[in-house]
Structure formats: structure tokens, C-alpha cells
């Protein structure tokens, strides 16, 4: 069946930081893994340029905004570049194809009678593009604020909205319904809590500035962000032709998210969705925020992480590793350098690296650099091969719950297995006393390493690339039903050569 898979588009105001980069990192590893399992994949990513907020930066800037975010959204794409995303699109929502999207959507809206022509007046934050209730603000040296910290200000003007409120019991029936579409659980208690207390109609335009999308029939009217942003999922799946051939990719499966914008996919989009007679996605994930050593990462402190200068300094596999390695995926999780250098150092290449060269090695030494023949399992090879037998079932059924420290945690629970049974059977000693067992030793030690390469595939693909041509796997024998199918006894390896560099700290 085919998977869709996305990340947020990321609003162009800025640069990205290392929040950018773990999202986008997640939906790429999900996406490299159902690949890997053989499956069709359609993978988007991009960035949401339209908004008062971007209006306002480019005006601080000195700049046209659309020049303003051709500039920055160059920066989003590098991003996706640097990182080895496997993305099958980047879309911009200046792009013709998504204004057309957004007002076809609009249009067919309209159509149905979800949306009316009002005024709005109440508290809105620039910052978040976003309308706050009495009720979620907090004031401070006599002025409001939102929950999320940004300042609100009372704004009233004519606005069209959309019928929100009418679908306040479909929403909780549909939570009931899917009750995996929203995670992890806390953020799905969230959104339904939200719902419960009643949802208001929702304004969808604005007349207070004009960068955006124009309401199809009263141009003096662009559309909400959101209800603009949002529409991108559709856009890249070839809405409002529904015989395109991504068409078939709709509804999304997942939809990756930061945990301050799950209202907006979680309430907001599949009420729009279904309004439009259009099939909901079937799942929102939200993750948690990084603080960077213990500190919240903000512009006016100065301590947003560009990831370019980690991969400079740290190499892309070992960053890619770490982001979901070091926190449970939905958690907020501290950035901190020794945390990532104890990773790199101890998992990577003590654990992971140090075992391949150790085998590796033997088998250049001992088996003249060819593959030992198969060999039958002993009692003292059950552990090993109960770590690795179950691998793919167990990192699958993790991924598929986007559980990736828990997939993680599974393959290097084997590589401790498998570094404490080649300490334990000793192939170096067997040379002399048992040949044979050394060989049979070496071919399970190379089972096992070309098993953790495979599955790691998704996470380290150039690192695990490199792994997997030192162990003789051709390249049309990478994907997980490969597996099955054992390399002959005689292939040739090259000498083996370090996969991780250690990163040597000051005492």
C-alpha cells in the first residue's frame, strides 16, 4: 500500500535550527525504513511563506516578500539537502499550483455552505498567526499574552469563517473512532479536551494585510495562514485533480509535527478535510521542543543550534543518530554536546564500529578476506541470534508507532550481545584449536553486522552504506527481505576501514 508522509512546511521567517532538522529527520527515517520494506513512498517537505509575520520580516529586512522568502526558504531546501533527505517533493506555498489548491478548497467550501462572510473582533498573536480566548491569556506589566509567550493584540475586522463549531461532535467521534490519529496520548488528551470545551467558528481571512493567498470572488480578503498552509498536503498530492497520479498517495499517514502547532493539524485540518468531502489524514504526530543545555532555545537568547555546524563538526550519521537516540520521540529533550559526544564515542564507535573492525579485520587475517561458509547455530550461539532473529519484526513494530529511540535501543541491545559473544568466543584463540569454530564464529559475527546495517539503513544511510560494502552486500541486496537470503560462502571483502571517528574531549 502506498505511505505519505510529511513534514510541517516551515514558516520562512527565519533560519532553520536543530528543531527544523528532527522533525524533517524523523519523517525521513520512516520514510527510508517502509522503503526498505519495499513500499511505495511519497515523502513532502517544504515551506509556509505567506502570513503578516512573514510580511512584517521582510519589511524589516528592507525586502520584497517575495524576494525575502526566496532567500530564506533556499535555506530550508539546503537544510534538506545537508541532512541526505529522501524528501520526493519540496513545496512552497508561493508556488501557482498551491494558490490554485487553496482556492479550489476555498471554493468547494463555499460551495457546500461551511463558510459565511462576518466581522472578527478579539485577541490575536502575530507571532503564532493565531486567534487566543480571554480565557488562554496571561498579562504581564499591562500587556496579554498567549500560552505560548507571544504578545496578543485586540484586532477587529470583516472576516469570512468557517463553520468550525458545527463540527465540534464530528471531531470527538472521530477521536473515538481512530483513537491513534493524534500522539503520543498526552497531546491526544490535549486536543480533545480543547474540543470538548467547545469550539467557536473560525475565521479564515484577513484584510490587515495582503500577503497571502486571495480569497477567490473578494480579493480585499487573503486567506489564514493556516487554512493556506494546511491546504500543502493536498497541493503536492495533486489536489483539486483527483485522477493525478500522487492523488493516490491521500490520505497522509503521518503527518509530523512540533507539539505547538498540533491544534492546527489535530482540530482545524481534519475538520476542513471533512467539510470538503476530502478523507482526513490517518495520524498527527506531535514531538517535544529541545532546550539546548538546559536552557529554552530562543532567538533573543541567542542559543538556536544551526545544524550545518554540528554536521561540520560532528559528521551527518552521528548528529542523525543522536537527535532520536538521546529522547522517547514526543518527549522535550536537552541538547547538550557531552551527551552527544558520549553516543558517538561510546555506541558508535566503541559499541557498533569496533565490532565490524574486529570481525572484519579476523576475517581479512584468518579466512583470507572471504566470507566463511554457512555454519550450523550451537547452544552458545542462541543469544546472539535471538537478539538479530527478531530484529526487523521488533524495529519495524517500533518505527511503525514512531518509537524510534525504542527501535534504537533494540539494535544496539544486540550490539552488546553480539561484543560480548565475540569476547566470549574468543575467534582469535579458536585459530589455533578449532578452526573451523572460528570460521563458523566470524560467518555468525557477519550475519549479525550485516542485520544492524540493514535495519540502520533508515537512520546513518552513508555510514551504513559504507558498513554494508565492507560486507561484501551488493547493492540490490540492502533491502530487509534480503535477509532472507545469505551472502555465498567466498565473497570477497575488502580490508576493513573505521566507521566512526572518536571525538577526543579535553579532561
Given at each position: 500500500m502506498p505511505t505519505y508522509i510529511t513534514t510541517p512546511i516551515y514558516y520562512v521567517n527565519d533560519r532553520p535550527h536543530i528543531g527544523h532538522a528532527y522533525t524533517s529527520l524523523a519523517a525521513d527515517v520512516l520514510a527510508r525504513w517502509r522503503r526498505l520494506e519495499g513500499g511505495e513512498v511519497f515523502f513532502l517537505t517544504g515551506t509556509d511563506e505567506h502570513g503578516q509575520k512573514v510580511e512584517k520580516a521582510a519589511r524589516d529586512a528592507g525586502m520584497d516578500p517575495k524576494e525575502f522568502t526566496d532567500r530564506v526558504s533556499e535555506h530550508f531546501r539546503v537544510l534538506a539537502e545537508r541532512m541526505e533527505l529522501s524528501n520526493d517533493d519540496f513545496i512552497r506555498t508561493t508556488e501557482e499550483r498551491h494558490k490554485r489548491a487553496c482556492q479550489a478548497l476555498w471554493e468547494e467550501l463555499a460551495r457546500r455552505g461551511e463558510i459565511y462572510l462576518g466581522h472578527y473582533e478579539g485577541w490575536y498573536a502575530v507571532r503564532d498567526e493565531a486567534f487566543y480566548g480571554p480565557d488562554e491569556l496571561t498579562e504581564r506589566d499591562g500587556a496579554k499574552y498567549a500560552p505560548t509567550g507571544a504578545p496578543v493584540e485586540w484586532v477587529r475586522e470583516p472576516s469570512y469563517f468557517f463553520r468550525l463549531s458545527k463540527w465540534q461532535g464530528w471531531l470527538l467521534r472521530f477521536y473515538e473512532d481512530n483513537p491513534d490519529f493524534i500522539a503520543p496520548q498526552s497531546r491526544r488528551n490535549e486536543v480533545m479536551s480543547f474540543v470538548r470545551a467547545g469550539l467557536q467558528d473560525l475565521s479564515i481571512s484577513r484584510t490587515s494585510f495582503a500577503w497571502g493567498v486571495p480569497v477567490p470572488g473578494d480579493p480585499a480578503h487573503v486567506m489564514?495562514?493556516?487554512?493556506?498552509?494546511?491546504?500543502?498536503?493536498?497541493t503536492a498530492a495533486g489536489y483539486p485533480d483527483e485522477a493525478a497520479e500522487r492523488w493516490r498517495f491521500w490520505p497522509a499517514d503521518v503527518h509530523f509535527v512540533g507539539k505547538d502547532i498540533v491544534r492546527f493539524h489535530a482540530i482545524y485540518w481534519p475538520a476542513f478535510l471533512q467539510a470538503a468531502g476530502i478523507a482526513p489524514p490517518r495520524r498527527v504526530f506531535a514531538h517535544g521542543w529541545w532546550t539546548i543545555e538546559g536552557q529554552k532555545m530562543s532567538k533573543s537568547l541567542g542559543n538556536a543550534?544551526?545544524?550545518?555546524?554540528?554536521?561540520?563538526?560532528f559528521g551527518l550519521d552521528p548528529l542523525r543518530y543522536f537527535l532520536l537516540r538521546e529522547v522517547p520521540f514526543g518527549n522535550d529533550g536537552d541538547f547538550a554536546r557531552k551527551s552527544l559526544v558520549n553516543r558517538l564515542n561510546g555506541e558508535l564507535a566503541d559499541g557498533l564500529g569496533n565490532l565490524a573492525q574486529r570481525t572484519l579485520s579476523l576475517?581479512?587475517?584468518?579466512?583470507?578476506?572471504?566470507?566463511?561458509?554457512?555454519a550450523g547455530r550451537s547452544e552458545a550461539d542462541a543469544g546472539l541470534f535471538d537478539s538479530?532473529?527478531?530484529l526487523v519484526a521488533s524495529v519495524g513494530k517500533a518505527l511503525n508507532a514512531q518509537l524510534f529511540h525504542t527501535a534504537l535501543e533494540t539494535v544496539f541491545h544486540s550490539v552488546r550481545e553480539a561484543n560480548g559473544y565475540i569476547t566470549q568466543q574468543q575467534p582469535w584463540a579458536l585459530k589455533r584449536t578449532d578452526p573451523a569454530r572460528m570460521a563458523a564464529v566470524l560467518r555468525h559475527l557477519h550475519t549479525a553486522l550485516r542485520a544492524y546495517a540493514t535495519v540502520l539503513q533508515p537512520f546513518m544511510p552513508g555510514t551504513m552504506g559504507r558498513m554494508l560494502d565492507q560486507l561484501g552486500v551488493p547493492s540490490e541486496g540492502r533491502g530487509l527481505a534480503?535477509?532472507?537470503?545469505?551472502?555465498?560462502?567466498?565473497?570477497?571483502?575488502p580490508p576493513p576501514v573505521p566507521l566512526f571517528r572518536k571525538i577526543e574531549t579535553a579532561a
Open positions: 489564514y495562514v493556516w487554512l493556506d498552509a494546511l491546504t500543502n498536503y493536498i543550534i544551526d545544524p550545518l555546524a554540528l554536521i561540520e563538526e576475517i581479512q587475517r584468518n579466512c583470507g578476506g572471504e566470507l566463511p561458509g554457512e538479530i532473529d527478531a534480503s535477509l532472507e537470503t545469505s551472502l555465498p560462502a567466498g565473497t570477497a571483502l
